[in-house]
């Protein structure tokens, strides 16, 4: 959690130091670690969406650093050196793109360019589309028919099933 009260700056380092320094200190279990803020008297859907980015790196770097023969990358480096003389043509490049590194979902790694042509939005305004999405496309398939029709029977519900079950597994 945070003592900011938005998801902000503030709120990004408070977060993100707390977080890692217990992972690496060898805690496996952190609360209040995404989306929290105001010392705990908020909550916010976007900073739950810009926390899972801050977890997975996080928990990328917790995991550690593999060293193997094959990650030590001998005859790759021997081919860059007396060949291209650049990584970016190897396939164990890309390969080991896909495999060690977290990409953000909402973090931006454009160029200021591309970011501004783009619309150069904040990690809070893409946090919040993607809140959207998710609010307005998910319904939780945990919660069997059956169940959902008892709960709608003991509480005043008034929003349709037939509204958040679009991309239901069960629509």
Request: aromatic fraction near 6%.
């Amino acid at each position: 959690m945070a003592d900011s009260k938005m998801p902000d700056n503030q709120a990004g380092h408070e977060k993100g130091l707390t977080v890692a320094l217990a992972g690496h200190a060898g805690a496996n279990l952190v609360y209040e670690s995404a989306g929290m803020l105001a010392s705990l008297l908020a909550c916010s859907y976007e900073a739950l969406v810009i926390d899972n980015d801050m977890l997975g790196a996080i928990n990328r770097t917790i995991r550690g650093i593999e060293i193997t023969p094959d990650k030590l990358s001998i005859e790759t480096i021997r081919s860059v050196i007396y060949g291209d003389g650049h990584f970016l043509g190897q396939d164990q490049t890309l390969s080991l793109m896909q495999s060690e590194y977290i990409y953000p979902e909402v973090g931006d790694r454009l160029s200021p360019d591309d970011w501004f042509d783009a619309g150069a939005t904040s990690v809070d305004q893409r946090a919040r589309d993607r809140v959207r999405e998710v609010l307005s496309s998910h319904f939780p398939s945990h919660v069997s028919p059956d169940v959902d029709a008892r709960i709608r029977g003991r509480f005043d519900i008034r929003l349709p099933i037939e509204e958040l079950t679009a991309s239901s597994t069960w629509a």
